[in-house]
């Protein structure tokens, strides 16, 4: 279930992106897809974390999820700053 729900976002967000990409620079898509390998590094992290949590079971699995929490969380954070300045290459003042 989980990895259907993740094509399912990827799909999404790639189509999302291409459209929007005919309007962007190619500095501010280089800035953009730097965030993207932010955001999927992360991600993989993450479920690495929680695959290992899976097996221990217990606080011990507790507290590995809220670690992988915490690394999807950052990465998202840190993903969206990157694109957030990349969307301000392309703003011209007034």
Known sequence: ??????GAM???VVAMGLGLSACDSAQ?????DQAGAVRESS????DAMED?????GGASEDA??????AVRNA???????MED??????????
């Open 1 to 6: 279930m989980k990895a259907i729900f993740k």
């Open 10 to 12: 990827m799909a999404s």
């Open 28 to 32: 501010e898509n280089a800035a953009e």
């Open 43 to 46: 991600e993989a992290a993450a």
């Open 52 to 56: 290992k949590a899976d097996a221990m």
């Open 64 to 69: 590995m999820e809220a670690k992988a929490d």
């Open 75 to 81: 990465g998202e954070a840190k993903a969206d700053a």
């Open 85 to 94: 300045q990349a969307d301000k290459m392309d703003k011209t003042p007034g």
